[in-house]
């Protein structure tokens, strides 16, 4: 895809005269097992499907050093290779750009429904799974297509799927003006009537921003840019409030 609105244009849209220099895969692992806190590999811009056989390589070492690995990715890839790539990756964050098909041909010259069977199989498989939608101002933010959304992500891939909404900035070759926070609250509250775990990025408002414990809404996540702070839960991940189960494998730490 070359989505004309990319973000991260300046690191997606590299040309391979203007590349860094070949890191080797001992360098990954390296500086991912000595960097502090740090307990794994994301593989992400550009697309990581398209160098799958160096994410693999790097991957299948991580593991055997007890580290996660992480794909995000726009998901646009057959069922075959996709297994393959299930068995070494431990979670996915999915770029679903839109939930239009016509959206997809003229902004991204792609096609939806591979996108959402590449989810349904990751959702499948047990492997966590997140999805992350940038919101452009007339193009991909109908209220309508929201409330189709919301519903297809809960009954074909599981209502405890992390969706996070992404606030637009124009850049690139799309100058359309940056996504209305008003917007963003708006789409946030359709979303979150049929799923737990909704979020705000690029965002400052403030909302979107924590985890609420979906049985009695006491937050149990508190965020402030990069910083996190686990609050009122359990050993086992529970809401020390109401004993739901918030976050499956847990380790508090």
């Known amino acids: 895809m070359k989505c004309d609105f990319c973000q991260n244009f300046h690191i997606s849209q590299k040309v391979p005269q203007s590349l860094v220099p070949e890191v080797t895969i001992n360098k990954i692992i390296s500086d991912a097992l000595y960097t502090e806190r740090n307990i794994g590999i994301a593989f992400t811009y550009n697309e990581p499907i398209i160098w799958f056989e160096y994410m693999k390589d790097v991957a299948e070492i991580a593991k055997k050093e007890g580290l996660y690995t992480v794909m995000v990715s726009n998901g646009y890839i057959n069922s075959q290779p996709l297994n393959e790539i299930i068995e070494f990756i ?53 209220i309508n297509e929201m409330v189709l959304q919301s519903e297809w992500i809960a009954g074909e891939l599981g209502k405890d799927v992390p969706f996070h909404l992404s606030r637009y900035f124009p850049t690139y070759k799309r100058d359309n003006p940056p996504t209305p926070e008003e917007l963003l609250k708006k789409l946030f509250d359709i979303a979150s009537r049929k799923l737990d775990y909704v979020y705000v990025g690029n965002s400052h408002s403030g909302t979107g921003q924590n985890t609420l414990c979906p049985g009695c809404g006491t937050e149990v996540t508190i965020r402030s840019g990069y910083e996190t702070r686990l609050v009122n839960l359990d050993e086992d991940g ?16």
């Open 238 to 253: 529970r809401c020390t409030c109401c004993g739901n189960l918030v976050y499956k494998n847990f380790t508090f730490s």
């Open 90 to 142: 431990d979670a996915f964050n999915i770029d679903l750009k839109s939930f239009n098909n016509n959206f997809y041909r003229k902004l991204a010259g792609a096609e939806l429904e591979p996108v959402k069977n590449s989810m349904k199989q990751i959702a499948r498989s047990g492997k966590h799974l997140e999805i992350t939608s940038l919101v452009i101002p007339g193009q991909n933010d109908d």
